[in-house]
């Protein structure tokens, strides 16, 4: 079986994640215009059923953020493991590895082409490198999130 397209891996996920909210797609069309995407409820049905050709950057962002979703939930299923994800029409690789590479955990082919893994670390951020090189989380390398430093455990005086 041929890998879905990501927009309708983006689909799919969709109907999933508007399905636990219990919301119509007429719902879902009224949230996301509150989010600034001019969408109505005919739109949300042709992604979910696979018929929209491609889905923008900001609109997969305002869905995410709508349906209270990590954007890499939408993109790849959390649940498929070793299953094959086409990345553009020449890259397929399993979904678990597309999950990493859209995180920024690691390149995305398994034996990248020579250059690639030099110049794919060089735009991480050195603090989130060096906390990758310690074991920590990329993302926060063991400290609190940024919006709350200062805010918790704060010593006013």
Not at 116 to 127: K, M, S, Y
Request: proline residues 8%; charged residues 25%; glycine residues 8%.
């Amino acid at each position: 079986m041929e890998p879905l397209t990501s927009t309708a891996v983006i689909g799919k996920q969709v109907a999933k994640y508007r399905g636990r909210l219990d919301w119509s797609a007429a719902k879902l069309a009224t949230e996301l215009q509150k989010a600034g995407v001019q969408w109505e409820r005919p739109d949300v049905t042709k992604l979910e059923r696979g018929f929209r050709k491609s889905v923008t950057v900001d609109q997969a962002l305002a869905l995410a953020e709508v349906l209270n979703v990590p954007l890499v939930h939408l993109l790849v299923p959390p649940d498929d493991g070793d299953a094959p994800y086409r990345v553009t029409a020449e890259a397929t690789e399993p979904s678990y590895r597309v999950r990493g590479w859209i995180r920024g955990l690691y390149p995305l082919r398994r034996l990248p082409r020579v250059g690639d893994v030099r110049q794919f670390w060089a735009v991480v951020p050195l603090d989130e490198f060096e906390a990758m090189q310690q074991g920590q989380c990329p993302c926060c390398g063991g400290r609190p999130p940024r919006d709350i430093i200062g805010q918790e455990g704060r010593d006013d005086g």
